[in-house]
């Protein structure tokens, strides 16, 4: 079952990839900041309709959950929009692996010290090693 749960993250990356080129390439003609209007509006759109069909949620919790909950809007955006700016300057791969190296050494961050609800888990050699070889690999990919 682990390794099905890394397939399908691994998955989500090339979805994210695939993405982020859409979304870089359409913003060269209607603009950054329409490509990523759009996009959202698409997955609005998508992911309204799936819910209302197969959402065994409680959506209108939305209302009452701590106001911090709802940041992830906001840092979905600010990250599409990035991707969308980035990717023409720099390409897939390079905004790819930036983004990459920077979720690594945020996610290390926050589950050090078990915010945002994550459980904690110690920053330790091997972790810190994995940081170093994809600044590594971002430095090379450049």
Same mark, same amino acid.
């Given at each position: $079952? +682990?390794?099905?749960?890394?397939?399908?993250?691994?998955?989500?990356?090339? !979805?994210?990839?695939?993405?982020? !080129?859409? !979304?870089?390439?359409? %913003? +060269? #003609?209607?603009? =950054?900041?329409?490509?990523?209007?759009?996009?959202?509006? $698409?997955?609005?759109?998508?992911?309204?309709?799936? #819910?209302?069909? !197969? %959402?065994?949620?409680?959506?209108?919790?939305?209302?009452?959950?701590? =106001?911090?909950?709802?940041?992830?809007?906001?840092?979905?955006?600010?990250?599409? #929009?990035?991707? /969308?700016? @980035?990717?023409?300057?720099? %390409?897939?791969?390079?905004? *790819? &692996?930036?983004?990459? /190296?920077?979720? *690594?050494? #945020?996610? *290390?961050?926050?589950?050090?010290? %078990?915010?945002?609800? @994550? @459980?904690?888990?110690?920053?330790? =050699?091997?972790?810190?090693?994995?940081? /170093?070889? *994809?600044?590594?690999?971002? &430095?090379?990919?450049?």
């Amino acid at each position: $079952m +682990k390794l099905l749960v890394y397939l399908v993250a691994v998955l989500g990356g090339a !979805a994210l990839s695939m993405e982020g !080129a859409i !979304a870089g390439e359409l %913003g +060269k #003609t209607v603009g =950054k900041l329409e490509s990523s209007y759009y996009i959202f509006i $698409m997955g609005t759109l998508i992911l309204g309709l799936t #819910t209302l069909f !197969a %959402g065994k949620g409680d959506l209108p919790y939305v209302l009452k959950a701590p =106001k911090w909950n709802l940041t992830g809007g906001l840092l979905g955006t600010v990250y599409l #929009t990035i991707l /969308v700016i @980035s990717i023409p300057f720099i %390409g897939i791969g390079v905004s *790819m &692996v930036a983004v990459i /190296v920077g979720q *690594m050494i #945020t996610s *290390m961050i926050i589950e050090h010290f %078990g915010w945002l609800g @994550s @459980s904690k888990i110690k920053i330790n =050699k091997e972790r810190v090693i994995a940081i /170093v070889c *994809m600044g590594i690999a971002l &430095v090379l990919i450049f």
